[in-house]
């Protein structure tokens, strides 16, 4: 026989519950409720379409050791840096493409990032303001940094030419499209690195008026 | 002496006059003879005939790229490129000491040399070229490549990673004399400038020689082997052609 007085505290603890259960099953459609209301589905802003611009690729072949000018149509923003990791994205695509004259696995997701600072000025040391806020910084010439993955760099075939050839081809595209940039650094997952693949020197600010390579005659 | 035997040859003819007559001719001989002696003690002492001067020893050094555990190349045909170059260097040295050409080497053996070790070998040995040794399967013949540093004046304490400006003009004419000599035993030759650390710390002539597949041939033969790099017959070609460069380059340094 089960005593008067559990038998109430049995029935109190099980309205308990049920009140329990109802409050917050309430709570829980409110917060639902709540959240439907701060969603809005629709887009904030309509996605940007970049314009479609002709993007000129300088574009290394070995066969001859040459850097040949080459004309793509791209969609470029307008933000620089994001236009530079583009057109280089592309000409790395090239270079992982199974004919390319100048094989380099990788393609554009082998470009990490690209920055682009003010240069500094040779003569007088580096610039101690890395954002463009004064007239003629904005218009001034620019470094650019290239980080490059470590993948890139391991698996990049090794050799003098090789290696200086894609080096060059990458200075010569950025300074084909962004006229302004006329000193480039790399760095490979971002730190810098001796060397590219054993050889040429990764450590140096390449010139965009660095000398291409000359082609010798052939016998 | 010539003034005093002149003056005894005359003195001859008057030994047949008189004896106060030959007694004055020997008193003149005697004073003209005293008078010689006194020109020539107070005049400054006739140059020795001078030794000819030594020739300054003309010494090649030869850095086979990459050893031990450097070896980012991988495999070139059928071996590493570390053992390559080392072979490259190796035949090198006996054909320039057979042309009497001394050869300093940057390794004997499968030994990783840091970079800077191998300028400071170069350094060193004073010598007349630095021959960087290397080798690819990109591109086809062999590569020459000058450092990209701009010329610049030598100076007295050059600094370490610019050494090489002082040397720019002499290496690019060395690279042409390289460029002739292969071209003449022909293989295609590329002509380039780069940056490289160990190159560029060089205070002497220095080129970096990148021997590739001798494609050009393997169409010329119709053949489809795709690359000649161990073809005994073409390294020996570029390893005669080199030599042959160096005699040349022997030769060029030598003249005033």
Known sequence: ?219 | MVIVEAALSLSAPQSRGSSTHRLLWELAVLVAAAVSIAAAAQAPPAPPQAPAAPQPRFVVVLDAAHGGDDDPGGHLDTQAEKAYTLALSVKLRSLLNARGIQVVTTRESDANVDTNRRAEIANHANAQACLSLHASQTGSGVHLFASSLPPAPPTRFPAWRTGQSAFITRSLAMAGILNSALQHAGIAVTLGRTAMPAVDSMTCPAIAIEIAPDRATDHAAGSAAKASLDDPVYQARVAEAIAAAMLEWKTEVRQP
């Open chain 1, 1 to 219: 026989m089960i005593a008067r007085h559990q038998t109430i505290l049995f029935g109190v603890l099980l309205a308990a519950s049920v009140a329990m259960g109802a409050v917050l099953w309430q709570l829980r459609e409110r917060a639902h409720q709540r959240l439907l209301q701060g969603e809005d589905s629709a887009p904030t802003q309509a996605p940007e379409v970049a314009p479609a611009e002709q993007a000129t690729l300088i574009v290394a072949n070995d066969a001859d050791s040459s850097l040949l000018s080459q004309v793509q149509t791209l969609p470029l923003p307008k933000d620089q840096g994001a236009r530079a990791r583009l057109v280089l994205g592309k000409l790395l695509d090239l270079y992982a493409a199974p004919d390319a004259a100048h094989p380099v696995p990788g393609g554009a997701s082998s470009i990490a990032q690209v920055f682009l600072l003010p240069a500094p000025n040779r003569d007088a040391g580096p610039a101690t303001s890395p954002s463009p806020a004064k007239p003629s910084e904005a218009s001034g010439p620019q470094l650019a940094v290239v980080n490059l993955t470590g993948s890139f760099a391991s698996s990049h075939p090794s050799g003098i030419e090789a290696e200086i050839l894609t080096i060059q081809s990458i200075v010569a595209t950025l300074h084909a499209n962004l006229p302004r940039v006329t000193q480039v650094r790399f760095l490979v997952d971002g730190q810098p690195r001796p060397t590219l693949a054993g050889h040429a020197d990764l450590t140096r600010t390449y010139l965009a008026t660095d000398a291409v390579p000359t082609e010798g005659a052939h016998p």
